[in-house]
């Protein structure tokens, strides 16, 4: 039964008590009743072009297998064996499996098209017994929009793909699809800072000229707005920055953003998508620990043409840079590892991550307690929050909170 969605707010506070966000307790309650039924971006389709074609991602907790079916269509199976549950595919890995997913341990064979057990070594001598029928790989639930493919461990989840999704087909889809682009490294930030802390931080629109005076430079909170979208959240913009139009970036084909147009999508609870006139990137924040989460992100742009290798930015263009800061062929980024400080990067999500470690420290203050919020720019985390409460609630399972 689809849980009811709650109503967009128009005053902004602080729902969560500060607990939320480093109590071990709670972040367990977060992984069994939230995450464990979540839907939560995973590759996209371009990965999968080929019947067979598979992906290993890692989903919140759960190592799973997205695979392109001979139809065209997509599955998705939990990547473990139901033999002695090793992993099959290491994390991260790609390849085709249309004659059969194979456990490395002890060969046990699975069909890509429904996961079921095909069959095993020795299995008159050894599994005399054994029904194959009984033993398919664990299913999760998949789903599309665009390019993006999204997982749900569940195989049939409690809100199915398009209830999950609302009206956000209809009416705020990104004009950008990945044919015909190139995709940069990807990247993991390392964050030690509560994953909802992260989130929140994307939604706030109240510091963008400010944090980012020097990357993003606004747009001010006069000229941003945000639409609740079944439980997800999207950032409405009043045209593109100046930094943008003047970027050494080409722009990418069909892609108009001079008008009042979205630019932040936040998929709930902790995936999202960031577009522009020069880029397009799709992102998971990953929990990890109470205090630790990874954002994990992949980004796409238009091919550089030979012409454009001489053109200079006259100023930041408040794209993520990350490929100078990355050494020794690392994917991931660190504040510890940074060889400037964070803000002088100039880097929008460098920055992102920097205030959000200030913040979770923050969290420890004996005297720490949210003040007013404000009503423009902040009243979408509220909204977040009480959509974390109607899966996570605060007189679920006993949990020791300060009184607020």
């Known amino acids: 039964m689809p849980r009811p969605i709650p109503p967009k707010p128009r005053r902004a506070r602080q729902l969560l008590p500060k607990e939320c966000y480093f109590s071990p307790e709670w972040f367990e309650r977060e992984h069994a009743e939230l995450f464990s039924r979540a839907w939560t971006f995973a590759c996209v389709a371009q990965d999968l072009p080929e019947p067979g074609d598979y992906k290993a991602v890692q989903v919140n907790r759960y190592a799973m297998i997205v695979v392109r079916a001979k139809d065209g269509g997509l599955n998705a199976f939990h990547n473990t064996c139901r033999h002695r549950g090793t992993q099959i ?51 999760g639930g998949v789903g599309r929009i665009g390019d993006l493919i999204f997982v749900n461990p569940r195989e049939t989840p409690e809100d199915d793909f398009e209830t999950w999704l609302g009206s956000m087909r209809k009416t705020h889809m990104w004009p950008h699809s990945l044919e015909g682009l190139s995709e940069k490294r990807p990247v993991r930030y390392d964050i030690l800072g ?76 902790n995936s999202g998508v960031l577009s522009s006139s020069i880029f397009f990137s799709a992102y998971t924040i990953a929990p990890v620990e109470p205090e630790r989460c990874h954002l994990e992100l992949r980004t796409w742009m ?102 607020e």
């Not at 008159?124 to 033993?135: G, I, V």
């Not at 993003?216 to 045209?239: C, T």
């Not at 002088?344 to 420890?364: H, P």
């Open 89 to 139: 595919y290491e994390d991260g890995a790609s390849g085709n499996c249309r004659h059969g997913v194979v456990c490395p341990y002890h060969a046990w064979t699975y069909s890509p098209e429904d996961g079921a057990l095909r069959g095993l070594p020795k299995k008159a001598l050894a599994f005399a017994d054994l029904r194959l029928e009984d033993w398919p790989l664990h299913r």
């Open 194 to 269: 509560n994953w909802k802390t992260f989130c929140e931080n994307a939604m706030d629109g109240y510091h963008l000229s400010y944090l980012h005076d020097r990357t993003l430079m606004g747009p001010d909170i006069e000229d941003q707005d945000w639409d609740a979208v079944g439980r997800h959240w999207v950032f409405i913009g009043q045209g593109e920055n100046e930094s943008r139009r003047d970027s050494h970036y080409a722009p990418i084909p069909g892609v108009d953003v001079s008008g009042r147009h979205p630019a932040v999508w936040q998929f709930f609870p």
């Open 302 to 403: 238009a091919p550089r043409e030979a012409g454009d290798a001489g053109r200079k930015r006259a100023r930041p263009s408040g794209t993520s840079g990350h490929g100078h800061i990355m050494k020794d062929g690392r994917r991931y980024i660190s504040i510890a590892e940074l060889g400037c400080h964070a803000m002088e990067s100039l880097d929008f999500q460098i920055e992102d991550m920097w205030v959000v470690e200030q913040q979770q420290k923050a969290f420890r203050h004996p005297l720490m307690r949210t003040g007013e919020l404000a009503d423009r720019g902040e009243t979408s985390l509220t909204w977040f929050q009480a959509n974390i409460l109607d899966h996570v609630p605060l007189e679920g399972p006993a949990l020791p909170l300060a009184a």
